[in-house]
């Protein structure tokens, strides 16, 4: 009688034991988990500030004068034949670039392709359908041609935005 | 005649405190085993955490027209930080794992997080609580990233009879562990000229550097920096893995060409030869003593893009 009242006392202080043990185990895994989604956010904070310095988009000296926060459109157009290659390369999930000023608001949802850039409003260069979005504001430089054929530089306002999985 | 009682052994413990003892050894035993283990589960995220952030921390190093900037990075505890390199993939890839003391030794984990576009000079592993990054445009021609060299702050590196352009900069940069005169007894000694007691040598008319008995190559100052602050095996790793980023930003500049020609802007066809070429060479370097071939292609398309009037960077 006495072996089996502590048996079940034992029973009882290992189950109080282990079930203790399992909810500072799901606390301390769900503080795992917030970690990891702000270093997700603050490396999306931190990319978006700087991606146009980037050799992939920024203008460099392209536009006779060196440019910062400066993104070349006509240099992105030509990434996105290559970004399968790029799928990973800025750990997020999401990256689009649009225009803001002048806004053509008949345009502003059509995604640029070969065909149609520079008559349009946005380039989707990592398309996702979920995550949460950080813009930044950039100038979107591009060369245009006018009517005598002199080569011109057409800068308008235009933003950046990563998105990330949070 | 012994009675029953005296033929029992000397302890006469109850069978209840045997199985009390017993049992509760059992949960000791395994309480003490989940307490290691979460310890040692907390320490692995720990360091994983700290990993990540050095990680973001090195976004804000990407620079503009050739503006090197410097760093600092504070750890709380001792720390070990080791520098894997791997060239496989498009980019290859780059995992700085940092190990913290626990225990008198150091923590053992390889959880770290990888990153692709960023490119770390450093030791194969580096010891310290305070460290400096410094980074630097690697331009061949057209910008490839920012190296970024990382040492840490018990480590002085002395510059000895260094080029006016070398000295001025790293006066500039004010790096606390970069000495170009009154530097400590236990510095590192960089020589760029024949001279006694040099752990780096630095030969400016074949562009390599000597350190651990190996010679390395380079182009550029940004590589030579890449050279002296890191490992060989290191330095050889990244010179691959940004070949392999000059490969594929020449077919982006070769793409960019075809869009701005139909636009009405041409380019001059013997940089678009160029940039063939450099994309082959970049190909071509299985070690960093083949970044000549880059080289004379870089220069010729750097001197056409300049004169042409829609420059391609």
Known sequence: ?166 | MLNRKQKRGFLQIPFSWLFAIIVGAIIIFFAIYAAVKLIGTETTVSTAQTGSQISVLLNPLETSFGQEQVTTLSIPVESLLSNNCDNAGNFGSQQIVVSQMSGGKWTDTNIAPTSHNKYIFSNDSVEGKNFYLFSKPLELPFKVSDLIYLTSANDNYCFVSAPQPVQAELSNLKQGNVFTANCPSNSINVCFSQASKCDIVVNQNQLSVTKDGQTMYYETDALMYGAIFSSPDVYECQVQRLMERVNKLSMIYSDKENIISVKGCPVDTSLSADLLNIGQAATSVKTSADLINIASASDNADGENNMTSCRLW
């Open chain 1, 1 to 166: 009688m006495k072996i089996q009242q502590m048996a079940f006392m034992l029973i009882a202080v290992t189950l109080f034991f282990v079930i203790a043990g399992l909810f500072i185990l799901v606390i301390n895994f769900s503080g795992v988990k917030q970690s990891a989604k702000l270093i997700d956010e603050e490396n999306a904070l931190t990319l978006v500030s700087k991606i146009a310095d980037s050799p992939e988009f920024s203008c460099g000296n392209a536009f006779d004068q060196p440019l910062t926060s400066c993104i070349d459109t006509d240099k992105v157009m030509a990434l996105e034949n290559h970004i399968q290659d790029y799928r990973n390369f800025w750990g997020i999930s999401g990256l689009q670039i649009a225009w803001v000023y002048p806004n053509n608001s008949t345009l502003a949802n059509t995604s640029c392709t070969t065909g149609n850039y520079p008559a349009c409003g946005k380039i989707t260069l990592i398309p996702t359908s979920n995550g949460t979005g950080v813009p930044n504001f950039v100038n979107l430089c591009r060369r245009e041609i006018d009517n005598n054929s002199i080569p011109y530089n057409q800068c308008d306002l235009g933003k950046v935005i990563v998105v990330y999985n949070g």
